[in-house]
């Protein structure tokens, strides 16, 4: 069974930095597209951010461009989040999600990762 | 950028009822479309894709509809577990993904 667990989050002031990450059990973990979906409270679901496969393509969503950096690892089945200058807008939950390049739903969801921004 | 447009944002049904959730698109998506279900605190469930085919293992009473602009999830008879909230999502510009803004089914 596939499953995909992140951790990093928590409560953080206003232009401080968290770093999330997402453990993947997929036997081919570089065939998926990896991402970040947010959902603040009692909000709809947000893409933040995607990487391709081979960790070569990155893209993100105007809201975090320039703050946020997104990464994998591969060897370690593991995604990564570096969320730097937090704003309050940026509390959510954030889940990862994998797909691969010819699907047309997610295909694993994470089970999400609090982020507060708060002073 | 394409937008998808959900109606009505909130519902309210009784157990037994017939169901219907509109998912509209900013232009024509062909038959790319996905609906979800999201229960609090928990990862959004995918129930249908291509706009009408059953994700295995989701009950037959859900089901979807439409192509090009318009779309619908259809829940054809309203079981105590299918109180949630429902999305549609669309991969533009790929891989980014558009959801739309959620319905929330209410008893």
């Known amino acids: 069974e596939v499953q995909l667990l992140e951790s990093g989050g928590g409560l953080e002031q206003p232009g401080g930095s968290l770093r999330l990450s997402c453990a993947a059990s997929?036997?081919?973990?570089?065939?998926?597209?990896m991402s970040w979906v947010r959902q603040a409270p009692g909000k709809g679901l947000e893409w933040v951010s995607s990487?391709?496969?081979?960790?070569?393509?990155?893209y993100y969503a105007d809201s975090v461009k320039g703050r946020f950096t997104i990464s994998r690892d591969n060897s370690q089945k593991t995604l990564y989040l570096q969320m730097n200058g937090l704003r309050a807008e940026d509390t959510a939950v954030y889940h990862c999600?994998?797909?691969?390049?010819?699907?047309?739903?997610?295909?694993?969801w994470g089970q999400g990762a609090l982020v507060t921004v708060s002073s | 950028a394409i937008q998808l447009t959900q109606s009505p944002s909130s519902l309210s049904a009784s157990v037994g009822d017939r169901v219907t959730i509109t998912c509209r698109a900013s232009q024509g998506i062909s038959s790319a479309l996905a609906w979800y279900q999201q229960k609090p605190g928990k990862p959004p469930n995918l129930l249908i894709y291509d706009a009408s085919t059953l994700e295995r293992g989701v009950p037959s009473r859900f089901s979807g509809s439409g192509s090009g602009t318009d779309f619908t999830l259809t829940i054809s008879s309203l079981q105590p577990e299918d109180f949630a909230s429902y999305f549609c999502q669309h991969f533009h510009n790929f891989p980014a993904i558009t959801f739309g803004q959620g319905t929330r089914l209410e008893i």
């Open positions: 990487i391709s496969g081979s960790g070569d393509s990155t």
């Open positions: 997929i036997f081919t973990y570089s065939d998926y597209v």
């Open positions: 999600a994998a797909y691969y390049y010819d699907s047309s739903a997610v295909d694993y």
